[in-house]
Structures are given as C-alpha cells and as structure tokens.
C-alpha cells in the first residue's frame, strides 16, 4: 500500500498502522520540533481507512492537498497528558490555574528557526504572564495575591479525555479566561480551600463576596463537584496513566451554605458560612482525592460567574504509600559501562569490592539501592545492619532528597560507617543490609511509627587485597 503524498509521509496512531507498516508516532499528544512536514488524522478517520484496506489491501490511499483540509484540534481545552498532578506535600491544591500549552505556535530562536511549535510551561507560562499584564494595564498596579485571586475566580473548569470534570488536582481552579477577568466586578476570597486529609480535615470555612461594581448585585451559590480519584494502585503507586474515577453521589464531598442566595450592595462584601462533609462511601483503602469547585453565579446573565476550587484526601496522609514496592526500592550492581543490574532475592549473595570501575565517571563497585517515591517525602534515612540486621550506623550524609519528586534515586554506600560514637569507619569484610527509612507524610521525626522502612536482601562486603 502506498501512504505518501508530495509533502511527506502520513503518521497514523500507532495501534492502527504499525501492523502494516505505517509511519509510527506515540499516541500522546506531543510534538517535538521537526522540520519535515506532516499530517496527522484522528483514530476514528484511520478506523474507517483500515476497513476500506482490509477488503481492498491493493488500494492505495491518495492525500494530495488538492482536497483541502480541516484544522483539527480535539485536546485544545482538555489537560495534557504531561500535566503534572497535585496535590503538593502538604496536601495543597496545585495546578492553581490552567493555560494553553500544548503545541503552541511560539518565537524561538532566531538562528534556529523563527517560529516553532512546541509544548510544555514553558509555553503556558508567557501565556498567563500576558494576560497578567493586560489585567494590570486595565485595573492598575496590582498585588501578586489580587492577581491570583482574579485569575482563579474566572478560571473555566474544563472536561478531559472521558468527557468527565478533570479533577482539580489535575487543572486547578480550570482553565484560565481572559475576557471574563478583565470585566470582572466581583471577586470572591478565598480563591481556593484547602480540606487536607481526614485527620487534619476542616469542614468549616467562610466565604467572603465583592462587588465592586456600582450596582447591587445578586448571586446564587451552588457546588459543582468533579469525580473522586485514586492516585494509588498494587502494581504502581501514582500511575496517572489509568486512573480509576468514582462518580456516584456519595462518592463527592456534600456541600452546604447557610444562604445559597445572596445580595450584595456596591462596592461592599457579605460573608457565606460553607460547611463541607466528606464522601462517605470512597474505598478507605484506595486513597482517594475528591475535589470540586463552589459556584457564584449573579443572577445578572450579563455578568461572569465565579468558581472556587476545593480539594482533600479521604484518608489518613501517614497511610499513603512512600516506596513503589514491589519494584522500588531495590539493590542493584552498578557496571563499569554505567549500567545497572537488578540483584534478585533468589540471587547468590553478592560481594562488592568497592573498587574503582570507571575514572571517567568516578564509579565504584559499591553497594546501591535505587527508589522511586510514590509520596513525597521530608526525610529519607539510610541505615547499615549487620548480618544480624542489628543497627551499626548512617550511610554518610544522605538525609533527604533535594531533587524531583517521584523521580528514581540512587544510594551509594561506600564501605564507610558513621555513627554517634565514630565518624566514617571502614566496614569489615562480611555480610550487610541496608534499611531504607522514609518519614510520613505530616510524621514526626522523632516518633520511630511515623517512618516508612524497607530492607534490602543481603549482601556482602570483601576488599580485595
């Protein structure tokens, strides 16, 4: 079969053409820059081609530009698969705002080309930084905190790829519109509640409504909620990808105002009690997010409505898991081409030299466990035991992660022990493990409960000579 054109090859989904041997591009979508030219079509056109090819495998498919084409943007209003989710470590709401920035056509480089079309905050970011300064240019100097409340009081919630409410912990307050903030006359504080987890939760929270408008103006208040989410599964501890969402009613936080309708004189405030309860029939063993978003809505069709978005975890903080078992954390072997090697329980015992492996990159045949955290974490501990598994002491200075979270660590132990009593001794030859310590979301450190721990297989330590 024949897919070319004049212009360049045709890219289908991989799941229809890489069986006959089409062009294969990711199904995510996401572009990098490319100087050849392209045409991308949508899985429902390469369903009705591949029919057309099954009874006819000698037809060949012609894409000339002769018949024209349809600009095609099906996840123009939808979070990108690459969007990072919240919450943040103290279970705030964050995305706070959402903004185009996928396949966006930018300035680049001159000497590179003029225009690109890329994707990433890199993109979304100059994009609310422009609205920012329109807002300013309209209202006049502005605090960061005005600016926010503004940004988040207008932001649309927008539907995802299930055609359901994308959870706030995904798009925040929604996507942001600039037309609605730059004639907005009223504003509403907080612009976001945090309800934290079950233990900490605070159902009671205030409301406070601005017209600074020259006219009263007269709101209704409703709750709009999005489907509870478990960011946790068995085999892989936030795995984003396949995402199980509830959407019965008692499986939303139940929301209640003491006036649901409201007037407020120009150029004042009034004060709403919101009390809020939450969902009472989420799996406790799932460590499910809920989240949604109050509505203000002025009876003024002419005028904007509000939103305020909410967000909690229906579970305890301190049980979400730290360590993506059963795969992290694990021992490994590390190997002069910088390769890594998983070591297996049913493995012989393995000996490290601690000898040098490669000069170049300063690599050493030293004991090593690699993680990848499934919560964030304040603290991680690297303990050596001996073939007891009794307490010798800390492998040197590693107490906590600066770096990404949920991104693969590596600990290197190099043979030395410190303790309270010696600083940096030499290990004797024998046999070892190593017990990674984690502390638990909103732990205390001093309290042994509160920690997370794993213990690799054993392994030996043997000097050569």
Not at 138 to 161: E, T
Not at 225 to 233: D, L
Not at 273 to 282: A, N, Y
């Amino acid at each position: 079969m024949s897919i070319k054109n004049r212009f360049s090859e045709i890219m289908f989904m991989q799941k229809t053409l890489n069986p006959r041997g089409g062009f294969v591009i990711s199904p995510r979508p996401f572009v990098l820059p490319d100087k050849r030219n392209r045409a991308i079509i949508d899985s429902k056109q390469a369903d009705i081609l591949i029919k057309y090819l099954e009874k006819n495998p000698n037809l060949e498919l012609d894409f000339s530009d002769k018949y024209g084409y349809m600009e095609y943007k099906p996840f123009s209003v939808v979070p990108s698969a690459f969007s990072s989710w919240g919450l943040t470590e103290e279970l705030n709401i964050k995305p706070e705002i959402s903004a185009p920035g996928q396949l966006m056509l930018s300035s680049f480089p001159v000497n590179l080309s003029p225009y690109v079309v890329m994707s990433g905050t890199s993109f979304s970011s100059p994009y609310i930084a422009g609205i920012a300064a329109l807002y300013i240019e309209s209202f006049g100097k502005q605090s960061f905190d005005q600016l926010k409340i503004a940004f988040m009081n207008y932001a649309v919630p927008r539907k995802d790829r299930n055609h359901l409410l994308a959870p706030v912990i995904i798009q925040g307050a929604g996507l942001v519109d600039a037309f609605n903030m730059l004639k907005a006359t009223s504003f509403v504080y907080p612009p976001k509640i945090n309800l934290n987890d079950t233990v900490h939760f605070n159902g009671s929270h205030k409301l406070n409504i601005y017209n600074s408008g020259r006219k009263e103006m007269k709101y209704k208040l409703s709750h709009i909620p999005a489907p509870s989410i478990n960011g946790y599964n068995n085999t892989s501890p936030r795995n984003y990808i396949n995402l199980e969402y509830f959407t019965k009613q008692n499986q939303y936080a139940n929301v209640q105002f003491d006036n649901d309708q409201i007037a407020v004189p120009p150029r004042s405030s009034v004060e709403v009690s919101v009390t809020f309860i939450s969902p009472r029939e989420l799996p406790m063993d799932g460590h499910f997010f809920y989240s949604g978003w109050l509505e203000i809505a002025p009876l003024d069709e002419n005028m904007s409505i509000m939103t305020v978005p909410y967000a909690g975890l229906a579970d305890d903080a301190r049980s979400l898991p730290l360590f993506q078992t059963p795969t992290f954390p694990a021992l490994v072997s590390l190997f002069a081409n910088k390769t890594i090697a998983r070591i297996k329980e049913e493995d012989p015992i393995k000996t490290f030299t601690l000898k040098l492996l490669n000069e170049t990159i300063g690599l050493y045949d030293y004991p090593s466990v690699v993680l990848n955290l499934a919560t964030p974490t304040q603290m991680i501990i690297t303990e050596i035991l001996d073939d007891k598994q009794s307490l010798l002491g800390w492998v040197k200075n590693f107490t906590g992660i600066e770096s990404k979270k949920l991104q693969i660590e590596r600990v290197s132990w190099d043979g030395l022990i410190y303790n309270k009593e010696e600083f940096g001794i030499p290990a004797p030859n024998g046999n070892y493990f190593l017990r990674i310590k984690a502390l638990k979301m909103f732990g205390d450190i001093n309290n042994k409960k509160d920690y997370e721990s794993w213990v690799s297989i054993k392994f030996a330590i043997k000097r050569k000579a």
